[in-house]
């Protein structure tokens, strides 16, 4: 499975001058008790395991009411996180995996994308090929991806 | 656990024929691609508004997005 990287317009930067930002989103839909929708989560090697928007807790009927814990971003701010369980399913053409996954909801709907996807829960579950010179990534199912009719 | 649909053993070669261009106009905000991700059919600063104005423009199932702002970079998380 072989997704393009999106191009997002922004800023022009010193380290990126053309403005133009290549970021491993990939399609999945992402269920609830009450429905599902399509997202662009970001692929993310740094993620120990998947986050989504708690937007998406409204939206899919996901009750995240409850204590919450915290999560680091990268420079060490936390951010409050909730626990929910979600199905995750991805396809291509003729191909569909779907799984259940434990994710955490993030709070604020700042700046974070819609879902990271990080380790368990997502790349678990893949081989995955970041190719940044074609702006594509290559998503191979493991040899243990544990399927059932 | 994991459900099985239609899948065939080996790697998927099908290759994504279009790069997809969130254009800056949409920076922080919520948008809403058609089904084949080839064009934006809503935005605004809500996903439920978003997601009930992309079913208006008779695209009920869109894939939606949150657009960093343009002075938003990540790091494995975020940074500004």
């Known amino acids: 499975m072989i997704y393009s990287y999106v191009r997002y317009l922004m800023e022009p930067t010193p380290t990126i001058p053309s403005g133009e930002v290549y970021r491993p989103r990939v399609p999945i839909r992402i269920s609830g008790p009450k429905r599902s929708v399509q997202i662009f989560g970001l692929l993310d090697t740094g993620a120990d395991h998947v986050f989504v928007s708690e937007s998406l807790a409204e939206v899919l009927g996901v009750e995240i009411s409850g204590e919450s814990g915290s999560a680091s971003d990268a420079v060490g701010h936390e951010i409050d996180v909730w626990p929910g369980s979600v199905e995750i399913e991805i396809s291509q053409t003729s191909q569909t995996l779907r799984w259940r996954a434990d994710v955490g909801f993030l709070a604020g709907d700042d700046d974070p994308p819609i879902a990271f996807l990080g380790h368990v829960g997502f790349l678990e579950y893949f081989k995955a090929i970041f190719d940044y010179g074609e702006r594509t990534v290559e998503l191979i199912p493991k040899g243990d991806f544990s399927v059932e009719p | ?80």
């Open chain 2, 1 to 80: 656990m994991l459900a099985y649909n239609k899948w065939e053993q080996g790697v998927e070669t099908m290759q994504t024929k279009h790069q997809p261009t969130v254009p800056r106009e949409y920076a922080g905000k919520w948008i809403a691609w058609d089904h084949d991700i080839t064009r934006i059919v809503a935005s605004g600063n809500s996903l439920v508004d978003v997601l009930k104005s992309a079913e208006e423009a008779g695209e009920p199932d869109p894939v939606l997005d949150k657009v960093p702002r343009v002075d938003v970079h990540l790091i494995g998380a975020r940074i500004r």
